[in-house]
């Protein structure tokens, strides 16, 4: 069989476990690729004493990688935003086909990205960057492809998913949170984790190969979960609900809605029963309903399961001397829609409402007749007497769907009340209908 040469740019965490699953698996790799696929080249600013690496040539120069002429895939593993940009942009103008497991990449750059691999005839793929081992970016751009994706709802960060979960035992974020970090599933800065960047990149990708739209990680709306507290946690519960940090891309009429944010979903769904540092992502097609694409969302090697499927199928490609490859978001570029992204005032969804009230006679008459005035049915309402504490009482509210801006202008009129203590908090809710 013909050989290809890939060269590894990274031997961090995922870069060492794609190392070690294309070296175990070489022969079962090379059957299903129709070739064999050989490592050529090691590159990493420093060299890993765990990893017998032979007699494969190690630099501590990524770019010597992407200059050698013996390699045919370069797969980038170094992680961030402008090196690993310049990184990718010169393999592809040297001819060098691109496996990527960099999410932040894609959905910043990877319009621009694809443009350049399109002109130069070669291919770039990043299954890896969503959803760590789960191929649900194969899914929708092959197994779905018959299907118009009306809405895909995933959670797609581990690490906030492990901190929701052990919150359900009444514990802090905080003190979970530095459970997570001494784990490893956070970083010791835990922003993009825990306010909703990375989960805004995964969705940004998910959206575009759903919708087939131009990436556009910028429009997103993004919130994430350092303010949820055991309380609300316990209380979406007796309302039977779930709190997860979940990704939600939804076709409308005049455009796509592009959201992460804590969502009360169902207890009795699929997805509330995902639980610690597992992903797991739903798609709704109209001709198959809803799918569910579940498993780890991180590791070193079932990240490298992804990244080695995207391997194997550019190595095909390369073998049989043909660049014909499904594109790169499942639509040909001519065929991409700018829908626009739709402001959150735009989107609908039901809210949980955590009101801290003055124990005075009418203030829940009051506050209904606010949500009233602004077109809010309740579903809910539960009013905690048994916490009254320092003249102050927690009101519980669950309401019917309703449009972000109906909410936003009661929650205004609720928090000028005279008898409401500080900011209300809101949840908002899904259905997956």
């Known amino acids: 069989m013909k050989d290809v040469n890939v060269g590894i740019c990274g031997l961090g965490t995922v870069g060492g476990g794609t190392f070690n699953v294309l ?58 935003y402008e090196t690993a940009k310049e990184l990718v942009m010169s393999a592809i103008n040297n001819g060098k086909h691109v496996v990527t497991a960099n999410k932040a990449l894609i959905a910043v750059h990877g319009n621009e990205i694809f443009e350049a691999a399109e002109q130069k005839g070669v291919i770039v793929a990043f299954e890896a960057g969503v959803a760590g081992g789960i191929p649900v970016i194969k899914a929708m751009r092959e197994g779905l492809a018959a299907n118009r994706i009306d809405w895909i709802a995933g959670i797609i960060n581990g690490t906030g998913n ?73 209380h979406a519960e007796v309302l039977g609900y779930r709190i997860k940090h979940l990704g939600i891309a939804r076709r409308r009429e005049h455009g796509i809605e592009l959201r992460v944010h804590p969502t009360l979903v169902p207890q009795e769904h699929l997805i509330a ?66 829908l626009p992204v739709l402001p959150m005032e735009d989107i609908q ?30 579903e809910s309402i539960v009013q905690k007497e048994s916490e009254l504490e320092d003249g102050k009482i927690p009101v519980i509210i669950l309401t019917h769907t309703v449009q972000e801006r109906q909410i936003n202008r009661a929650i205004e009129d609720i928090e000028a009340l005279a008898d409401i203590e500080g900011q209300v908090v809101r949840i908002r809710a899904e259905n997956f209908s």
């Open 349 to 378: 969804s039901a809210y949980y409402l955590r009101i801290q009230a003055v124990d005075h006679p009418g203030v829940l008459a009051k506050v209904s007749a606010i949500l009233s005035e602004h077109g809010i049915n309740i």
């Open 162 to 234: 492990f901190i929701l979960t052990e919150m359900r035992a009444g514990r802090e974020f905080a003190d979970v949170l530095k459970e997570a970090q001494q784990l490893g599933y956070a970083e010791a800065d835990p922003t993009f984790d825990v306010e909703g960047i990375d989960a805004a990149h995964k969705l940004t990708i998910l959206a575009s190969t759903g919708f087939g739209v131009p990436l556009q990680f910028e429009r997103a709306y993004t919130e994430g979960i350092s303010k949820i507290t055991p309380y609300d946690i316990a």
């Open 23 to 80: 070296n175990r698996n070489a022969s079962q790799i090379a059957g299903r690729a129709g070739c064999n696929i050989r490592i050529s080249r090691v590159a990493s600013r420093t060299a890993r004493t765990d990893l017998d690496l032979g007699d494969i040539p190690f630099t501590t120069d990524i770019f010597d990688v992407v200059n050698d002429p013996g390699v045919d895939i370069v797969i980038e593993l170094i992680g961030g």
């Open 273 to 338: 029963q995902v639980d610690g540092v597992l992903n797991a992502v739903l798609v709704d097609g109209d001709a198959v309903g809803q799918t569910m694409y579940y498993g780890p969302g991180a590791g070193d090697e079932a990240t490298a399961s992804a990244v080695i499927a995207d391997v194997v199928d550019v190595a095909r490609a390369v073998a049989l001397e043909s660049n014909h490859r499904v594109p790169y978001l499942g639509f040909a570029q001519a065929a991409l829609e700018d």
